[in-house]
C-alpha cells in the first residue's frame, strides 16, 4: 500500500491518512528494516530538515537488519527519528520502549508515549512545530584527522536573563574518513 506510484513524499494530509489506514498491521514485525529503508528513501528528500516518524510498540521479530546496524545508519543519517510507541492494551508484556528512546536519542529527536490513540494526532502537530522551530549550528572540529570515527557531542544553551531554553541535538557524528575529506575538501577556483 502507501503512496500512490511516483509520489515519494507528500504533505497531503488527506493523502497520508488514506495511506497509513489502508495499511494493515498484522504478522510478523520487521521495524529495524523499516526504518533503515526510510532512512534510505529519506535522501532523496529535498527539504532541509528531515525526519522519520516511527509508531511502533518498539518490538522486531522479522528482520535481517540488527539493531547496531540500525543504529550506526540512523546516527550516520541527517535525519530526527520521532517515535510513538503504541502499545496494544492487551498485550500482557511490560514494554519499556528502549528500542524506540535509544533511536531518538542518537538522531536529536523525541520519543512520545500517548495514553489512547487521540492523542497521535496532537502528537504529530507538536512534531512539526518542533522541527519549524529549530536551529541549526555547527562547527569545525579541532582533530586534523577524524578517521572515520562516531564522535559524541554536547550542546547546552542559556537563554538571555536565565530563560529557559530546550536542547535536542544528536548525541554525536560520524566524522567523513580522510578519502571522504579530501573528496569534500574546498577547491580554489582560479580566476
Known sequence: MGL??????????????????????VGNTALYDGVAAALEHIKAATASRKAVIVVSDGDDNASRTNFPTLLKQAEASNAQICALGVFDEMFSGSHSGSVLKHLSKATGGK??????PTQIAGICMQ???????????GYVSSNPNPGGKYH??????????????????????????????????PTKAAL
Open 152 to 185: 559524541t557531542i554536547r550542546v547546552t544553551a542559556s537563554g538571555a536573563g536565565g530563560g529557559k531554553l530546550y536542547v535536542s541535538t544528536r548525541t554525536g557524528y560520524s566524522a567523513p574518513s580522510e578519502l571522504q575529506s579530501a573528496l569534500l575538501a
Open 127 to 137: 512534531i512539526a512545530q518542533n522541527l519549524r522551530h529549530q536551529y541549526t549550528i
Open 111 to 116: 520519543t512520545y508515549f500517548p495514553d489512547s
Open 4 to 25: 500512490p506510484k511516483g509520489v515519494p513524499f507528500t504533505s497531503d494530509l488527506q493523502q497520508l491518512l488514506d495511506a497509513v489506514s489502508s495499511t494493515r498491521a
